[in-house]
């Protein structure tokens, strides 16, 4: 029969805390414990650690390049959308709010990046809160029709991995608009300016 390490009970107030004495007996262990550890294993430990903190770090970047083409998508999506539903002569204006809208979303990206290349410590945030402000925003710029949560659905529309890969009704069909070149002069520049 295996020898089992004996349970610590830590004393706690009434509110469930720790008490005082049980939280110094815990720093004491803890520090007992570093003071055994040689130079050569702390150096080994402080190398795995800033590997890892440089892996969130990549990791981290790497998402918010992959939400940044999430938006265009549906930025681009959305354009040819309104595009659709407009006369030729507000496809200028469409064009210019998606503009707006795609500079405020790659900003929003180079920022992120930034802050996660001057960070001496990733620091783990709420990264779902930032990203929906990051599609309200440019939903709103855009005057996307269903808001964020439209222009999200938009932009994941045959990305789940859950879902087949096979071609989506929405964006294939806005796509249609593009296989035949427009005749008018202004819904021709307007839609060349998405890409």
Known sequence: MAATAPVRVVASDSRGAPSERSSLDWAKRVQDAHQKRSPEEWSRVLKQLDSAREVERQSRKAKAVKKHAIRSRALAAEGLRQMSMAPAS?????????????????????????????????????????????????????????????????????????????????????????????????ECAAKFMLY
């Open 90 to 186: 507000e496809h200028m204006a469409v064009q210019t709010r998606w503009q707006s809208a795609q500079y405020e979303s790659t900003r929003h990206r180079e920022m992120e990046c930034e802050a996660l290349d001057r960070a001496a410590d990733v620091v783990l945030a709420d990264e779902e809160s930032d990203e929906d402000n990051a599609m309200v925003q440019t939903a709103q710029l855009m005057g996307a029709e269903g808001g964020a949560a439209g222009l999200h659905a938009l932009g994941n529309e045959g990305l789940t991995d859950a879902a087949p890969r096979r071609p989506t009704g929405g964006v294939d069909e806005l796509l249609k608009q593009l296989r035949t070149e427009p005749t008018d002069e202004t």
